[in-house]
Structures are given as structure tokens and as C-alpha cells.
T-cell receptor, first 119, second 112 residues
């Protein structure tokens, strides 16, 4: 058990709909990351948050948005869904930001993923 | 800037033979490096990590990786493959400001 919780585990919806995926990071982790994994695109980084603020953006579509709340949980909102949005969506968390400081740093802890099927 | 290159998209070995999955990285400073494994329809699990301690890192399930700074490599090895090792493997480098950079993945097939 990584300590990262994602809900729902499975979601089936229709094209044009909107869904929200939820992630609770490991206790004490301030960074949250979202990834999309599909058969044709592989693992794609979507977005990163650190302590409530957006830190980095990857290949995230304009139809998608995310936020991190004061209690550090995060939500990924997917709207105007298309068939091609069907994928596994992973959330991950990591320990505190050490910026440019040296020293040992930790790994990403992944949730089990949310499988989205768009029909 | 940091980046990761996994040199093989697919590797096929016979059960009981050695496994070698290759990873090269670029980093502007001493990196932290990781290998993750993903079995079908599962999440990513950490196999092992290098964080500037011993250059030979032992992980779970008999896997090892050696950090070679001069070659900017972090190859993953296992002396004897098992059928349960069939999965996709990702090499990852951690940059500053909590950024992680993933390789494109290597799918390991283990033949009986």
C-alpha cells in the first residue's frame, strides 16, 4: 500500500460528459502529480501541484483541469469527454520540495489508478 | 536539464536467463534515479532507487541497478528471469523542485 488513495477505481461514462477524479496523497506529502496512461500514448505527465499551487504542466488538454485543496487532496476534472480520453489516470505524491538543496530525496508514490472508459 | 532514455522498448528473455534493461540519463547535477515496474492494469511500484549512496543498488524481487556516473547509465539487471517478471519497466530521474522525468518504458517478455 503506497498510501496514495484514488477514487473512483473505475468509471464508465458517455462522450460529452464531465467527470472528477480524486486523489489523496500520502500523509505529509505536499506534491501531487497526475498522469494519463493509454495504450497508444503510453504514460503521459499531465500536471503537478505543490502545496496548493500549480508547479508544472505537461500534456494536459484545455478540457482538463486540476486543483489541489488546502487539505492537500487533489481533483482532476475532465470535461467534454471524447472516446480518446479513455485511459488509466494515475495520481502520485512525493515528499517535500528540496528545491536546489542537496541531500537524499525520495521517490514518487503512486495510487492504484482510476480507469476511465468513455463510450 | 534532466532527461531519461530507455534504450529498448521491448526485451524478450527466456525464463532462468539474465535480464538487462538499459537506461541512460542526463542531469545537470547529481541525480536521484529510480526504476519502477508496472504489471498489466496495475499501478507503478518502486523496484529500487539510487540517492547518492552506494552505486550498486539492490531492489525487490532480485533486481539490481548500478549507477555509473562516467557513462550516465543506470541499467537494471536480474540474474535469472522469472515468468512473474513480465511487465513494463520505467526508469525515472528526479530533478530539482520535485520534478520527475520518465523514460518511455521497456516491456519485458519472459518466455517459458
Amino acid at each position: 500500500d503506497s498510501g496514495v488513495t484514488q477514487t473512483p477505481k473505475h468509471l464508465i461514462t458517455a462522450t460529452g460528459q464531465r467527470v472528477t477524479l480524486r486523489c489523496s496523497p500520502r500523509s505529509g506529502d505536499l506534491s501531487v502529480y497526475w498522469y494519463q496512461q493509454s495504450l497508444d500514448q503510453g504514460l503521459q505527465f499531465l500536471i503537478q501541484y505543490y502545496n496548493g499551487e500549480e508547479r508544472a504542466k505537461g500534456n494536459i488538454l484545455e478540457r482538463f483541469s486540476a486543483q489541489q485543496f488546502p487539505d492537500l487532496h487533489s481533483e482532476l476534472n475532465l470535461s467534454s469527454l471524447e472516446l480518446g480520453d479513455s485511459a488509466l489516470y494515475f495520481c502520485a505524491s512525493s515528499d517535500r520540495d528540496r528545491g536546489l538543496a542537496g541531500g537524499p530525496v525520495g521517490e514518487l508514490f503512486f495510487g492504484e489508478g482510476s480507469r476511465l472508459t468513455v463510450l | 536539464a534532466q532527461s531519461v532514455t530507455q534504450l529498448d522498448s521491448h526485451v524478450s528473455v527466456s525464463e532462468g536467463t539474465p535480464v538487462l534493461l538499459r537506461c541512460n540519463y542526463s542531469s545537470s547535477y547529481s541525480p536521484s534515479l529510480f526504476w519502477y515496474v508496472q504489471h498489466p492494469n496495475k499501478g507503478l511500484q518502486l523496484l529500487l532507487k539510487y540517492t547518492s549512496a552506494a552505486t550498486l543498488v539492490k531492489g525487490i524481487n532480485g533486481f539490481e541497478a548500478e549507477f555509473k556516473k562516467s557513462e550516465t547509465s543506470f541499467h537494471l539487471t536480474k540474474p535469472s528471469a522469472h515468468m512473474s517478471d513480465a511487465a513494463e519497466y520505467f526508469c525515472v530521474v528526479r530533478g530539482n523542485f520535485n520534478k520527475f522525468y520518465f523514460g518511455s518504458g521497456t516491456k519485458l517478455n519472459v518466455k517459458p
